[in-house]
């Protein structure tokens, strides 16, 4: 069973607030991932990267930014929250060195922004 | 067009029958297919994952693959209730950063 863990699970702020989602991982993958997910669409890439301070923006364009300084940490920040970024957000890890392989997945982090 | 694409169903189907979702993509580069299955609320979890060409089969899943046609396929056999989820397509080739996933078929399962 993966050990991924993201908090809050769920979380209701106001426009223009500061958030950070966490994201932490056990198994000491390099490669980590953050998913958006809105209800019953896909799941776009919004961030990636391949080890400690290795950080890229995905296919869907974002205006969160994340940070990588431990391998096993993951978080990603919106300094100022707009109701456009309500969303699930999904962080995933993954142990392939090459191309991408199984993702494991958080529970996920539902943000609403009022 | 999209990348991998997905009927996004309801497929409904009895319980004890055999269900079939389908999956197609663009990429003729991809070299890895994966199912996951998504409950509503949660995230997705692996069933199953295929490279080659031809059947693979997990217990009551098999994954079908066939690069040729660029299609791949989840067979469930014996549907259970419990199989009620969202099922997603996923591919990935060497030069991807990450897997790209299809918006996922809902199937349900009828008692």
């Known amino acids: 069973e993966a050990d991924i863990y993201q908090t809050p699970r769920y979380l209701v702020i106001g426009t223009g607030k500061k958030i950070t989602l966490e994201c932490s991982q056990t198994m000491g993958h390099d490669k980590m991932y953050w998913y958006q997910q809105d209800p019953g669409m896909e799941l776009h890439l919004i961030h990636y990267s391949y080890g400690v301070n290795s950080t890229e923006k995905g296919d869907l364009s974002s205006e969160s930014t994340v940070s990588r300084i431990r391998t096993e940490h993951f978080p990603l920040t919106l300094e100022s929250a707009r109701p456009s970024h309500t969303s699930q957000y999904l962080c995933?890890?993954?142990?392939?060195?090459?191309?991408?392989?199984?993702?494991?997945f958080g529970e996920g982090s539902r943000l609403t922004v009022l | 067009q999209k990348e991998v694409e997905q009927n996004s169903g309801p497929l409904s189907v009895p319980e004890g029958a055999i269900a079939s979702l389908n999956c197609t993509y663009s990429?003729?580069?991809?070299?890895?297919f994966f199912w996951y299955r998504q409950y509503s609320g949660k995230s997705p979890e692996l069933i199953m994952f295929i490279y080659s060409n031809g059947d693979k089969e997990d217990g009551r899943f098999t994954a079908q693959l066939n690069k040729a046609s660029q299609y791949v396929s989840l067979l469930i056999r014996d549907s259970q209730p419990s199989d009620s989820a969202t099922y997603l397509c996923a591919v990935s080739d060497t030069g991807r950063r990450a897997l790209t996933f299809g918006s996922g078929t809902r199937l349900q399962v009828q008692p």
């Open positions: 995933a890890s993954s142990v392939r060195a090459g191309g991408a392989g199984e993702l494991f």
């Open positions: 990429d003729r580069g991809s070299q890895s």
